[in-house]
T-cell receptor, first 116, second 113 residues
Framework: NAGVMQNPRHLVRRRGQEARLRCSPM?????VYWYRQLPEEGLKFMVY????????ESGMPKERFSAEFPKEGPSILRIQQVVRGDSAAYFC??????????????FGPGTRLTVL | GENVEQHPSTLSVQEGDSAVIKCTYS??????FPWYKQELGKRPQLIID?????GEKKDQRIAVTLNKTAKHFSLHITETQPEDSAVYFC????????????FGKGTLLTVNP
């Protein structure tokens, strides 16, 4: 049973370009979460998605960031017009449905974004 | 929202000694507290967790204690080994949700041979 997969593992972009980060959840998991980790910081919640639905995007910056989890294919975190401050590790996690109680979130290996 | 504070930020111990990392949280409705270990360049991995209806949980050399009244919880590692060296993060799940993890800033643990 493959774990959560993310690609690319490393991504270099110049200021003003777009970054697309992909996440494939574990088999049987329908919930996806994105977290951002700045250097020497803890992970910070960005967004929680289920298939074709954004459940909670309270941690997403208001501009330039968007996320989707289509019916088919991986979840995508998209950052438009990247700036140096977007340089960070972006982790995706997945969990099975969690009706009423917390279900463990399994993390992917992360995508390390560097903005030049 | 939830706020999680973690101390110390760095911890250096000799192999075989114990290590203790402490966290406090702000949301009294928080009910789930996991601990993650992250090796350099790797993904965070859950090592132990505790729910709010339990005061202590142990798994071999690792234990977690929870004091709901004081709103703090601690990770205890006994008989430390060099492979325990990593960054450890505590987290809490806000009482208002059953999914949003709020992480502490991490503790870099170094176990010296």
């Amino acid at each position: 049973n493959a774990g959560v997969m993310q690609n690319p593992r490393h991504l270099v972009r110049r200021r003003g370009q777009e970054a697309r980060l992909r996440c494939s959840p574990m088999k049987g998991h329908s919930h996806v979460y994105w977290y951002r980790q700045l250097p020497e910081e803890g992970l910070k919640f960005m967004v929680y998605l289920q298939k074709e639905n954004i459940i909670d995007e309270s941690g997403m910056p208001k501009e330039r960031f968007s996320a989707e989890f289509p019916k088919e294919g991986p979840s995508i975190l998209r950052i438009q017009q990247v700036v140096r401050g977007d340089s960070a590790a972006y982790f995706c996690a997945s969990s099975p449905p969690s009706p009423g109680s917390y279900n463990e979130q399994f993390f992917g290996p992360g995508t390390r974004l560097t903005v030049l | 929202g939830e706020n999680v504070e973690q101390h110390p930020s760095t911890l250096s111990v000799q192999e075989g000694d114990s290590a203790v990392i402490k966290c406090t949280y702000s949301d009294s409705a928080s009910n789930y507290f996991p601990w993650y270990k992250q090796e350099l360049g790797k993904r965070p991995q859950l090592i132990i967790d505790i729910r709010s209806n339990v005061g202590e949980k142990k798994d071999q050399r690792i234990a977690v204690t929870l004091n709901k009244t004081a709103k703090h919880f601690s990770l205890h590692i006994t008989e430390t080994q060099p492979e325990d060296s990593a960054v450890y993060f505590c987290a809490g799940v806000s009482g208002g949700s059953n999914y949003k993890l709020t992480f502490g800033k991490g503790t870099l643990l170094t176990v010296n041979p």
